[in-house]
Each structure stands twice: as structure tokens, then as C-alpha cells.
């Protein structure tokens, strides 16, 4: 079984430039996240979709960032203009519908502003 | 909103038996994660309490008590690779919570 796929693995851009992010989750998975990882600290929530449905955007920084999941499947999560403070590890996870299943984290995008 | 608290480091040696703790206050509450992460990789589960008790799952156990918001993870005889950050993450009304975790450091 393929695992959650996200593009690119790296990238760095200076600041106020734009910069998004591809996650392509477990096939059959309807539920989507998108979280960002600061070093040293846990996942934080960023948006959460059922199919093409937004669940939980409440931590989404909306004035700079925004995510789509078109099709239901495969998602974008974009950053403009981004903020030196945007610096950290984006993990798309993906996961079943209902609350006792476990979410499967893709490799993370290391994000650099500079 | 979520307070997760887990200690930040601890240390232990080869072969010996490691208690991570984590105590939670979350807005409703449907069950407790544990996920392990290595350096520079994706978070991994490791196991799911829904219900008080101990839930056994190899040389990794975890155990949940929902009336004190306490949860810990066993891991016993620990090997070289059980170096990782560990992660504490209650699910509460809406969404899962992560816990800034816990690095353990195995020592040969």
C-alpha cells in the first residue's frame, strides 16, 4: 500500500515570496490534514477536510495561508506572502473516516523562509 | 482548548524499561494517541486507548486513565532504534492534539 505522498521535500524562499505544498493522501482515505511542525514542538492543526469538505480550519492562518482539496483526493496548501515565522515542517497526514482510526503522516516539506 | 504536558527528555540504557507520562485537559475526550517520530521523519503510531487500562502491544504498552487525564507509554526493553521524540495526543471534541513530546535518548 502506498504511503501519503507530498512535494516537494525541501524548499526555501525569502520572505513575502509564496510558496505551496502538494500532499497526495492513502488512496480510500476520506479525511485530509494539514499540519505545521515547529522544531522542538509538537504538530499543530492547520486544516482538516472530509472529502472536499473543511472540518476544522479555526488554527489556519487565513490572512496568508489556504489550503484545497478539489477532487476530494490529492491537496494544496499555500503560503502568500510568507513570514520568517512560517519556517517549520508541513505534514499532510491522512487517515478513515471516524475518530478511533490512527492518521498516516507523508515525509513532511521543510520549509526555510529567509 | 487542549494542555498536554509530557516531559521534555529522558535518557535510559539499553535492555532497560522507559515510562513516558502525559497529562491532558481537552474540551471532551475520544480516546488518546501515541506516536513516535525520529529525527527528521514523520510521525508513526504506536498505539490508542479509548477506554482506562492498559493496552499491551509488544515490547511497547500504554495506558489511560480518562477521570485524571493521565496516560503513559511503556516501553520496555529498549534497543538503539527507540530513540525518537514521543508524542502524547489526546483527541478531544474535534480534533487531535499533539504534545510537544518526549526525546528519548537509548544509551548503549
Known amino acids: 500500500e502506498a504511503g501519503v505522498a507530498q512535494s516537494p521535500r525541501y524548499k526555501i524562499i525569502e520572505k513575502r515570496q509564496s510558496v505551496a505544498f502538494w500532499c497526495n493522501p492513502i488512496?480510500?482515505?476520506?479525511?485530509l490534514y494539514w499540519y505545521q511542525q515547529i522544531l522542538g514542538q509538537g504538530p499543530k492543526l492547520l486544516i482538516q477536510?472530509?472529502?472536499?469538505?473543511?472540518?476544522?480550519d479555526s488554527q489556519l492562518p487565513k490572512d496568508r495561508f489556504s489550503a484545497e482539496r478539489l477532487k476530494g483526493v490529492d491537496s494544496t496548501l499555500k503560503i502568500q506572502p510568507a513570514k520568517l515565522e512560517d519556517s517549520a515542517v508541513y505534514l499532510c497526514?491522512?487517515?478513515?473516516?471516524?475518530?478511533?482510526?490512527?492518521?498516516?503522516f507523508g515525509p513532511g516539506t521543510r520549509l526555510t523562509v529567509t | 482548548g487542549q494542555n498536554i504536558d509530557q516531559p521534555t527528555e529522558m535518557t535510559a540504557t539499553e535492555g532497560a524499561i522507559v515510562q513516558i507520562n502525559c497529562t491532558y485537559q481537552?474540551?471532551?475526550?475520544?480516546?488518546l494517541f501515541w506516536y513516535q517520530q525520529h529525527a527528521g521523519e514523520a510521525p508513526t503510531f504506536l498505539s490508542y486507548n479509548v477506554l482506562d487500562g492498559l493496552e499491551e502491544k509488544g515490547r511497547f504498552s500504554s495506558f489511560l486513565s480518562r477521570s485524571k487525564g493521565y496516560s503513559y507509554l511503556l516501553l520496555k526493553e529498549l534497543q538503539m532504534k527507540d530513540s525518537a521524540s514521543y508524542l502524547c495526543?489526546?483527541?478531544?471534541?474535534?480534533?487531535?492534539?499533539f504534545g510537544a513530546g518526549t526525546t528519548v535518548t537509548v544509551r548503549a
Open positions: 488512496s480510500g482515505h476520506a479525511t
Open positions: 497526514a491522512s487517515s478513515l473516516s471516524g475518530q478511533r482510526y490512527e492518521q498516516y
Open positions: 477536510f472530509q472529502n472536499n469538505g473543511v472540518v476544522d
Open positions: 495526543a489526546p483527541r478531544g471534541d474535534y480534533k487531535l492534539s
Open positions: 481537552t474540551s471532551g475526550f475520544n480516546g
